[in-house]
């Protein structure tokens, strides 16, 4: 199986910037696609960017976060800046992998907290 252990939330003002990290681990032959997704209260989860070779955004952050991969170490990244008060949410981390014995399974991270707030 795979797990993914992401870390980089917390409280940011408005403007700001963080950096989500997620590392995948377990039995892994390679990783297809990773990517980010964001459940705010009372909303349901929506895509905000993968990555395979190349990178996919949701419409509303494009030119705001970037992703990125760094394949030896089996870890995708969110870069998001200019941060507004909507883009509060649990962030959570997703991968598409081939294991070991040649299945493919798909892995939710634990969630991070972000909150953009004065």
């Known amino acids: 199986q795979v797990q993914l252990v992401e870390s980089g939330g917390g409280l940011v003002q408005p403007g700001g910037s963080l950096r989500l990290s997620c590392a995948a681990s377990?039995?892994?032959?390679?990783?297809?696609?990773m990517g980010w997704y964001r459940q705010a209260p009372g909303k349901e989860r929506e895509f905000v960017a993968s990555i395979t070779s190349g990178a996919m955004y949701a419409d509303s952050v494009k030119g705001l976060f970037t992703i990125s991969r760094d394949n030896a170490k089996n870890t995708v990244y969110l870069q998001m800046n200019s941060l507004k008060p909507e883009d509060t949410a649990v962030y959570y981390c997703n991968a598409r992998a081939l294991l070991t014995d040649a299945t493919m399974y798909t892995s939710w991270g634990q969630g991070t907290q972000v909150t953009v707030s004065s």
């Open positions: 377990g039995s892994i032959f390679s990783i297809n696609v």
